[in-house]
C-alpha cells in the first residue's frame, strides 16, 4: 500500500522543477516570437553581409589555417589546462599533504614534466615566435 505513495511523492518532488523549466520555454518562445512580431524589418544588403572582427571577409570559407595556428591553439589548451589543474591542487596542498604524505607533490610534479614536454614541443615547432 505504501508503493503508490512512494511514487506519488517521488513525482511531486520534480513539479517544481518542470514548472521552472516550462516558464523558462514559454518565455523564450514568447518574447522571440513578440520581438519579431513588434520590432521592425527593414533588411538591406548592408544588413545581410557577412560581418568578421570588422572587417568584410575576403577568399573563400575553406581556406587553410596555417600551421603556426593550431600551435597556438595547443598552447592556450596548455595553459588552460595547468591553471584548471594546479589552481585547485595548490589550495588544498596543506590538507592533501598531511593526508596522502608526498604522493600529491610527486603527482604534480610528474604533471609538471608533461607540461614541460610540451612547451618544449610548442618552442621547437616555433610556436613561441610572435615575429
Do not use: C
Not at 516558464?23 to 568578421?52: C, D, H, M, Q
Not at 596555417?66 to 585547485?88: C, G, H, N, Q, T
Amino acid at each position: 500500500m505504501t508503493a503508490p505513495f512512494l511514487l506519488y511523492s517521488g513525482i511531486q518532488s520534480y513539479v517544481p522543477i518542470l514548472i521552472l523549466i516550462s516558464i523558462a520555454i514559454f518565455l523564450g518562445l514568447l518574447l522571440t516570437n513578440l520581438s519579431w512580431l513588434v520590432g521592425p524589418s527593414r533588411p538591406n544588403k548592408l544588413k545581410a553581409s557577412a560581418y568578421e572582427s570588422g572587417m568584410d571577409p575576403v577568399g573563400s570559407a575553406h581556406e587553410r589555417f596555417s600551421v603556426k595556428f593550431y600551435l597556438v591553439a595547443m598552447l592556450f589548451i596548455l595553459f588552460d589546462i595547468e591553471v584548471v589543474f594546479m589552481y585547485p591542487w595548490a589550495v588544498q596542498y596543506k590538507q592533501l599533504i598531511q593526508e596522502f604524505g608526498i604522493f600529491p607533490f610527486l603527482e604534480m610534479l610528474v604533471f609538471v614534466l608533461i607540461l614541460f614536454v610540451g612547451y618544449i614541443y610548442v618552442y621547437k615547432k616555433g610556436g613561441l615566435k610572435w615575429a
